[in-house]
C-alpha cells in the first residue's frame, strides 16, 4: 500500500459544480494533513491545512478528514476554469518525521 | 515579505558531474526542507533542515547532501549524477521547529537535465 494515495485522474468538472478530490493514507498516527495546488510548470501551493476529524471551510474549499476511514478530501465548490490543476495531497508521517505527498489529482474544469 | 527564491532555475549536467542548487527561505522562516519531483509525481522528500542541522531525511543515498546557513538559506549538492536524477527539485520554507509542520512555502524550484 502506498503510503499516500490519490487517483491521478484526470477529474474533469463542468464549470460551476462540485469538484471532489479524494485521499488515503497508511499511517494511522498521521495528525498533520494539506492540500497543495501545482498549476503546469509552477511549484506546488498550500491552499488547505486540516488537523481535526470534520469539515474546514475556507470560502469556495472545504477540506474534510475522517481519521478512522484514513481518508481526506477536498471539495471545490462552484469550479472555475482556474481551478484546473493538480492538487496534490500531504500528510505528515509522524513515524518518520517527514511530509509525504501523494502523486496529485489532476482537475480539469470545463466551461 | 520576500518568498523562497532557488537558483539556477534550469541547467544541464552530465552524468557523473556534480551540482549545487540554492535556496533563500521565506523570511522568519527557519526551516528549509528540500524536495524532488520527477513528471507526473508528487514531490519527494530529500531531507530537512532546523537552525543549521538536517533532522529528516528521505530515501535518498548519500550522494544527495545538503547544508543550512545561519540565514537559513540553503545548498543542495548532487555528487555522481545519474540519468535518474533529472528532475524538478524543490526547495520549501516553513515555520515552527521543523517536526511537525507541513505548512510549506515553496520556491519555484531548479530544472534539472542529467544527460
Known amino acids: 500500500q502506498k503510503e499516500v494515495e490519490q487517483n491521478s485522474g484526470p477529474l474533469s468538472v463542468p464549470e460551476g459544480a462540485i469538484a471532489s478530490l479524494n485521499c488515503t493514507y497508511s499511517d494511522r498516527g498521521s495528525q498533520s494533513f494539506f492540500w497543495y495546488r501545482q498549476y503546469s510548470g509552477k511549484s506546488p501551493e498550500l491552499i488547505m491545512s486540516?488537523?481535526?476529524?470534520g469539515d474546514k471551510e475556507d470560502g469556495r474549499f472545504t477540506a474534510q478528514l475522517n481519521k478512522a476511514s484514513q481518508y481526506v478530501s477536498l471539495l471545490i465548490r462552484d469550479s472555475q476554469p482556474s481551478d484546473s490543476a493538480t492538487y496534490l495531497c500531504?500528510?505528515?508521517?509522524?513515524?518518520?518525521?517527514?511530509?509525504?505527498f501523494g502523486s496529485g489529482t489532476r482537475l480539469s474544469i470545463r466551461p | 515579505e520576500t518568498g523562497v527564491t532557488q537558483s539556477p532555475t534550469h541547467l544541464i549536467k552530465t552524468r557523473g558531474q556534480q551540482v549545487t542548487l540554492r535556496c533563500s527561505s521565506q523570511s522568519g522562516h527557519n526551516t528549509v526542507s528540500w524536495y524532488q519531483q520527477a513528471l507526473g509525481q508528487g514531490p519527494q522528500f530529500i531531507f530537512q533542515?532546523?537552525?543549521?542541522?538536517?533532522?529528516g531525511r528521505g530515501n535518498f543515498p548519500p550522494r544527495f547532501s545538503g547544508l543550512q546557513f545561519p540565514n537559513y538559506s540553503s545548498e543542495l549538492n548532487v555528487n555522481a549524477l545519474e540519468l535518474d536524477d533529472s528532475a524538478l527539485y524543490l526547495c520549501a520554507s516553513s515555520r515552527g521547529q521543523g517536526t511537525n509542520t507541513g505548512e510549506l512555502f515553496f520556491g519555484e524550484g531548479s530544472r534539472l537535465t542529467v544527460l
Open positions: 486540516i488537523y481535526s476529524n
Open positions: 500531504a500528510v505528515w508521517y509522524s513515524s518518520a518525521s517527514k511530509i509525504i
Open positions: 533542515y532546523y537552525r543549521e542541522e538536517e533532522n
